[in-house]
T-cell receptor
Framework: NAGVTQTPKFQVLKTGQSMTLQCAQD?????MSWYRQDPGMGLRLIHY???????DQGEVPNGYNVSRSTTEDFPLRLLSAAPSQTSVYFC?????????????FGAGTRLSVL | KQEVTQIPAALSVPEGENLVLNCSFT??????LQWFRQDPGKGLTSLLL?????REQTSGRLNASLDKSSGRSTLYIAASQPGDSATYLC??????????FGKGTRLHILP
C-alpha cells in the first residue's frame, strides 16, 4: 500500500523561485492537509481540504496556494519562495472530517530556500 | 485559541523502565486527542486516538489517558525498549476540525 506519497523528498530553491510540492493518497480519503515543521515550533497547519474542490486556510497560509481538483491529489504551491519558507513540509490525509479519524502522514519534503 | 504543551521536551530513561509522557491543552472543548510517533527524518505515525467521550485507549505496551476537565493527556509506555526511542507528539483536535500539535517530547531509551 502506497498510503500518502510526497514528492520531491528534497528541494533547494533560490529566493523568488516558485515550485509545487506534490501530495497524493490512494486511500480515498476526503480530508487532506499540509503542515510545516520547524525546530522549536512544532507542526503548524498551512492549508487543508475537506474534499475535492474545497480548501481552507490553516494557521500559516501566507505565501502558499493549494487546490484540490481530485480526491487523490493535494498540491502545495510556493508562489515566490522566501528563506522563511525553509522547512520540512508534511502532507496528511484521513477518512471523513479532519481530525476525527486517524491521520496518515507522508514522509515529508525538506525544502531549503537560499 | 487552543494551545498544546508537552513537557519535558526531552527524556532519557534506562531500558525496561515504565515511563509517562505528558500533554496539556488549554481548550477542553476538543473532539479527540491523538498521539503520534516521529522517527528522525521520517513522517508521523499515529499511535492512539482518544475520543472526547473516552478516558483511555490501549495498544500493546502503550496506554493513553484523557482528562478533559484538567486539560491533560498522558502516554504511558510499559517496559521501554531501545526501539521506543523517537519523538512523541500529541495533537488536540478542535470541534472546528483544526488539529493543533504540541512540540513533542524527544525520548531516548538507554540500552
Amino acid at each position: 500500500n502506497a498510503g500518502v506519497t510526497q514528492t520531491p523528498k528534497f528541494q533547494v530553491l533560490k529566493t523568488g523561485q516558485s515550485m509545487t510540492l506534490q501530495c497524493a493518497q490512494d486511500m480515498n480519503h476526503e480530508y487532506m492537509s499540509w503542515y510545516r515543521q520547524d525546530p522549536g515550533m512544532g507542526l503548524r497547519l498551512i492549508h487543508y481540504s475537506v474534499g475535492a474542490g474545497i480548501t481552507d486556510q490553516g494557521e500559516v497560509p501566507n505565501g502558499y496556494n493549494v487546490s484540490r481538483s481530485t480526491t487523490e491529489d493535494f498540491p502545495l504551491r510556493l508562489l515566490s519562495a522566501a528563506p522563511s519558507q525553509t522547512s520540512v513540509y508534511f502532507c496528511a490525509s484521513s477518512y471523513g472530517r479532519g481530525g476525527h479519524n486517524i491521520q496518515y502522514f507522508g514522509a515529508g519534503t525538506r525544502l531549503s530556500v537560499l | 485559541k487552543q494551545e498544546v504543551t508537552q513537557i519535558p521536551a526531552a527524556l532519557s530513561v534506562p531500558e525496561g523502565e515504565n515511563l509517562v509522557l505528558n500533554c496539556s491543552f488549554t481548550d477542553s472543548a476538543i473532539y479527540n486527542l491523538q498521539w503520534f510517533r516521529q522517527d528522525p527524518g521520517k513522517g508521523l505515525t499515529s499511535l492512539l486516538l482518544i475520543q472526547s467521550s473516552q478516558r483511555e485507549q490501549t495498544s500493546g505496551r502503550l496506554n493513553a489517558s484523557l482528562d478533559k476537565s484538567s486539560g491533560r493527556s498522558t502516554l504511558y509506555i510499559a517496559a521501554s525498549q531501545p526501539g521506543d526511542s523517537a519523538t512523541y507528539l500529541c495533537a488536540a483536535v478542535n470541534r472546528d476540525d483544526k488539529i493543533i500539535f504540541g512540540k513533542g517530547t524527544r525520548l531516548h531509551i538507554l540500552p
